[in-house]
């Protein structure tokens, strides 16, 4: 075989190989969120569930009633799997990731789902639902 044919059959195989991609897979994870609160000014610190897509986080899940409800930009987390992200309204935000959503399993925006199942046992999924019911036990917030 030529040398050209072997460059051809080389630039073949290394373009059939899959990608790799860098980073988590895309998903929700857990993370420890430090920023100064503007009311208390002083440095605060939540564990919260965070949205990652394309190594980039998307969204900080804040409990109900966060002073800053504006849009973060996606911001690129390191190999460290740290980030700092600065809000529309400017508020700074340090990202540090702690692992899968489950690691946040007391996260200050989590609670145990208020639903019950058909045995009458409560639910024991956690939801940022602000309702407090699960995907699963919607229904049951509407009854209420």
Same mark, same amino acid.
């Given at each position: 075989?030529?040398?050209?044919?072997?460059?051809?059959?080389?630039?073949?195989?290394?373009?059939?190989?899959?990608?790799?991609? &860098? !980073?988590?897979?895309?998903?929700?994870?857990?993370?420890?969120?430090?920023?100064?609160? =503007?009311? @208390? %000014?002083?440095?605060? #610190?939540?564990?919260?569930?965070?949205?990652?897509?394309?190594?980039?986080?998307?969204?900080?899940?804040?409990?109900?009633?966060?002073?800053?409800?504006?849009?973060?930009?996606?911001?690129?987390?390191?190999? &460290? !799997?740290?980030?700092?992200?600065?809000?529309?309204?400017?508020?700074?935000?340090?990202? =540090?990731? @702690? %692992?899968?959503?489950? #690691?946040?399993?007391?996260?200050?925006?989590?609670?145990?789902?208020?639903?019950?199942?058909?045995?009458?046992?409560?639910?024991?999924?956690?939801?940022?639902?602000?309702?407090?019911?699960?995907?699963?036990?919607?229904?049951?917030?509407?009854?209420?």
């Amino acid at each position: 075989m030529k040398i050209s044919h072997l460059c051809i059959l080389g630039i073949i195989v290394f373009s059939s190989l899959p990608s790799c991609k &860098k !980073g988590a897979p895309d998903g929700q994870y857990c993370a420890e969120v430090t920023f100064k609160h =503007e009311e @208390k %000014g002083k440095m605060t #610190k939540y564990k919260l569930l965070v949205e990652v897509q394309d190594n980039q986080l998307n969204s900080i899940r804040f409990p109900e009633g966060h002073y800053d409800t504006t849009a973060i930009p996606p911001t690129i987390i390191s190999d &460290k !799997g740290t980030c700092t992200v600065v809000s529309a309204k400017g508020q700074m935000y340090q990202v =540090e990731m @702690k %692992g899968p959503a489950e #690691k946040c399993l007391n996260a200050t925006n989590l609670v145990q789902c208020m639903g019950r199942a058909k045995n009458g046992a409560r639910c024991k999924r956690m939801t940022d639902n602000a309702a407090g019911y699960c995907w699963q036990h919607q229904e049951q917030a509407a009854a209420k």
